[in-house]
């Protein structure tokens, strides 16, 4: 399976279908990620979507005959839940990926932190280190600008059939 975003052409905001939710990880009381699969350029790729609880509950209800088992499940989890994160997986036979069916969601990319400050500048609160590497080889393993493969949502759509 591929990284979505190893497939982008650049990092223009764009839409995914046949989605399936694999895991619901509960970051902390705000923030929730969704790691999911999609089929993308003929083949099959995973993202990590970065969500709030109420975009959450949107694709929940749009899990078609599952919706109403996943809304329980969440729901179960989060009055449980005493460390973070909490993991949720639907990778199993028990529990199987879960399907949305006929969605849309236009994504965007997300980049690393360190990306926005000048650059071969130390931020004041973290010095540069020296770590003692192949300068070369350590530019070719780490690529600032590349995005990472989290994603936020920047809408959901159905599909409407005729």
């Keep these: 399976m591929k990284r979505l975003i190893d497939a982008l052409a650049d990092d223009a905001d764009f839409f995914v279908e046949q989605i399936q939710i694999t895991a619901i990880v509960f970051d902390n009381t705000d923030d929730v990620t969704v790691w999911a699969t999609t089929f993308f350029?003929?083949?099959?790729?995973?993202?990590?979507?970065?969500?709030?609880?109420?975009s959450l509950d949107l694709l929940l209800r749009l899990a078609g005959p599952r919706a109403e088992a996943l809304?329980?499940?969440?729901?179960?989890?989060?009055?449980?839940v005493t460390e973070w994160p909490c993991?949720?997986?639907?990778?199993?036979?028990?529990?199987?990926?879960?399907?949305?069916?006929?969605?849309?969601?236009?994504?965007?990319?997300?980049?690393?932190?360190?990306?926005?400050?000048?650059?071969?500048?130390?931020?004041e609160d973290e010095?540069?280190?020296?770590?003692?590497?192949?300068?070369?080889?350590?530019e070719e393993d780490y690529e600032g600008s590349t995005p990472h493969n989290i994603f936020y949502l920047e809408g959901v759509f159905l599909r409407i059939e005729p």
């Design 127 to 138: 010095p540069e280190l020296d770590f003692g590497g192949d300068e070369e080889e350590d």
């Design 87 to 123: 993991l949720l997986e639907y990778t199993t036979e028990e529990k199987p990926p879960v399907p949305l069916p006929g969605v849309a969601m236009k994504l965007s990319c997300t980049y690393p932190a360190d990306d926005f400050e000048e650059e071969g500048e130390a931020s």
């Design 41 to 54: 350029d003929e083949s099959l790729h995973f993202f990590h979507l970065g969500l709030q609880f109420p």
């Design 71 to 80: 809304q329980e499940d969440v729901a179960e989890a989060l009055a449980t």
